[in-house]
């Protein structure tokens, strides 16, 4: 149920199966910095899935957008691009 609540709310309603979101989305690598009042979760782009990268960097738009809390701090999600570093 919270893939597919994650799905709708933050991927625009697409319709994969839990099995592939979690391939494709979940294992991402990850960066986690911490400032004063943000969490900034750096994922990395899959330069071979631009499709997928895309509808990742929208759903942390989304995330971002939101300005969801966690511990007291805002989160801040974005996709960087493995090559540059941004």
């Known amino acids: ?3 597919e609540f994650v799905l709708k ?3 625009g309603g697409l319709r994969i199966e839990p099995r592939t979101f ?3 989305f979940v294992a991402v690598p990850l960066t986690i910095r911490e400032t004063r009042l943000e969490l900034i979760y750096e994922l990395k ?3 071979r899935s631009p499709l997928n990268t895309q509808r990742l960097r929208d759903a942390c738009a989304e995330v971002t957008r939101r300005r969801l809390v966690k ?3 805002r989160m801040r ?3 960087v691009d493995v090559q540059t570093g941004s």
């Open 1 to 3: 149920m919270l893939i």
């Open 9 to 11: 709310e933050y991927f």
């Open 22 to 24: 979690i391939e494709l």
């Open 45 to 47: 782009a899959n330069p």
């Open 71 to 73: 511990g007291g701090k």
């Open 77 to 79: 999600l974005e996709v």
